[in-house]
C-alpha cells in the first residue's frame, strides 16, 4: 500500500509545471498545461459573451479597451491575443481569463473614478492570468482530492470505521489550513504584481491606495481565517509597502 500511495505522489509531482510566478518569483506547482488553461479561459470567455450584454461604442467601453491595451504592452507574453470587454453587471467585479480576455463591470465604475483607478483593477485581474492562479488553485484542489483518496483507500482496507471522521476532519482542515490561505496569498500577489504593471503602463500608484479605499468604503471588515481574500486593511497595508518599495528603487535608480 506504501508502495502505491508513493508513486501516486511521486507521479503528480512528475506531471506538474513547476515555475515561478512573474514579478515575485515564487515557486510553483501546476497540474494542468498552459494549452489546456488557454483553451478553458477561451471557451469560458465565449460562454460569458453569450450570456451577457456586451457594451460597445461608448465612451466607457472605448476607454477600457484604451486602458487595457496599455497594460498588455508592458505584459511580456506572446500567447495571450488580448481582448477587453465592458459588460453591464452592477456587481463591482472583473477579471481576466487565460489567454488575456478580460472582462470589466459596469458596476465597478462606481468605485473606479478615474483611469489610474481603473487600471489598478484591470492590472490586478491580469495578474491573475499571468501568475496562472487559475490552473494553480485547480492544480492545488486535484492535489488535496488526490490525498484525500490515499487516505480513504488506506483506511478503507485498514480502519473502514473512521473513514467519515476523518473525511470530515480532512475537507475542514484542507479549507481552512490550505485552499483559504493559498487564496488570500494569490490575491496578494495579483495586488504586487498588478502594481508593478500599472507602474510600468504610466499610471498614478497613489490612485491605486483610493481604489482599494473606495472598494472597502460601506464594508464590514471579514475575518480572513474565513475567507479567500485578505481584509480591506491588510490589503491595503501590503499596496502601500509594495508602492513604497517601488518609489524608493526609482528614486535610488535616478541618483
Known amino acids: 500500500m506504501k508502495k502505491y500511495i508513493a508513486i501516486l505522489i511521486f507521479s503528480f509531482l512528475m506531471i506538474g509545471c513547476t515555475g515561478k510566478a512573474p514579478i515575485t518569483n ?32 461608448t465612451k ?32 463591482k467585479n472583473a477579471f481576466c481569463l487565460p489567454g488575456g480576455k478580460v ?26 492570468a499571468l501568475a496562472r492562479h487559475g490552473a494553480e488553485r485547480m492544480s492545488t484542489g486535484m492535489l488535496a482530492q488526490g490525498v484525500q483518496l490515499l487516505g480513504n483507500i488506506v483506511l478503507g482496507s485498514q480502519a473502514p470505521e473512521y473513514t467519515n471522521a476523518f473525511n470530515i476532519a480532512y475537507g475542514a482542515s484542507a479549507q481552512y489550513g490550505v ?21 510600468k ?21 471579514s475575518i480572513e481565517f474565513f475567507s479567500t481574500h485578505p481584509n480591506s486593511s491588510t490589503r491595503i497595508a501590503h499596496i502601500a509597502e509594495v508602492i513604497k518599495e517601488i518609489k524608493n528603487k526609482n528614486s535610488n535608480n535616478t541618483k
Open 60 to 91: 466607457e467601453s472605448k476607454k477600457i479597451k484604451e486602458i487595457g491595451l496599455k497594460i498588455a504592452k508592458v505584459v511580456d507574453n506572446k500567447d495571450y491575443k488580448w481582448e477587453f470587454n465592458l459588460v453591464k453587471n452592477e456587481q
Open 201 to 221: 503602463a504610466g499610471y498614478d500608484l497613489n490612485e491605486a491606495l483610493k481604489f482599494w479605499q473606495n472598494m472597502s468604503e460601506g464594508k464590514k471588515e
Open 179 to 199: 485552499l483559504l490561505p493559498y487564496g488570500r496569498l494569490q490575491e496578494s500577489e495579483a495586488d504586487e504584481i498588478g502594481i508593478h504593471l500599472m507602474y
Open 26 to 57: 515564487r515557486s510553483q506547482m501546476i497540474l494542468i498545461s498552459q494549452d489546456q488553461e488557454l483553451a478553458l479561459g477561451e471557451k469560458s470567455y465565449e460562454d460569458t459573451l453569450k450570456k451577457s450584454e456586451v457594451i460597445t461604442d
Open 103 to 128: 472582462v470589466v463591470y459596469t458596476g465597478i465604475l462606481e468605485v473606479a473614478k478615474n483611469d489610474s483607478q481603473l487600471a489598478t483593477v484591470m492590472s490586478h485581474e491580469i495578474a491573475h
